[in-house]
Nanobody
Framework: VQLQASGGGLVQPGGSMRLSCAAS?????????MGWYRQAPGKERERVSC????????YYGDSVKGRFTASWDDGRKTTYLQMNNLKPEDTAVHYC??????????????????WGEGTLVTVSS
């Protein structure tokens, strides 16, 4: 399984953007935990969100709570990250990560985690 992230780009502060992550061949991800991680230049990688394939539980990093929302499409083949009220400090390369063992509640990735290529989100006026 390969993951493909899309939707990054340039947005002004206060704006919105939606990232998408789909598996190659539209493979169903319904039992996966799907997370978004990001890394800004000179900063450590941080988990932004995670949505569980089992019960749709969602988890968010403190810096994005109340602004970002993770969701699935109806067929569980694509996961989304809706980002609202974007701030310059949200500027980073964002990666989607899927894990068939659904590590959302663990808050980390593991040897079974699948990383997609990053997509750059730039928040600037």
């Amino acid at each position: 399984v390969q993951l493909q992230a899309s939707g990054g780009g340039l947005v002004q502060p206060g704006g919105s953007m939606r990232l998408s992550c789909a598996a190659s061949g539209l493979f169903a991800l319904d039992h996966y935990g799907m997370g978004w991680y990001r890394q800004a230049p000179g900063k450590e990688r941080e988990r932004v969100s995670c949505i569980s394939g089992g019960d749709d539980s969602t988890y968010y990093g403190d810096s994005v709570k109340g602004r970002f929302t993770a969701s699935w499409d109806d067929g569980r083949k694509t996961t989304y990250l809706q980002m609202n009220n974007l701030k310059p400090e949200d500027t980073a390369v964002h990666y989607c990560v899927g894990d068939p063992f659904d590590r959302c509640d663990l808050g980390n990735t593991g040897p079974t985690s699948i990383w997609g290529e990053g997509t750059l989100v730039t928040v600037s006026s």
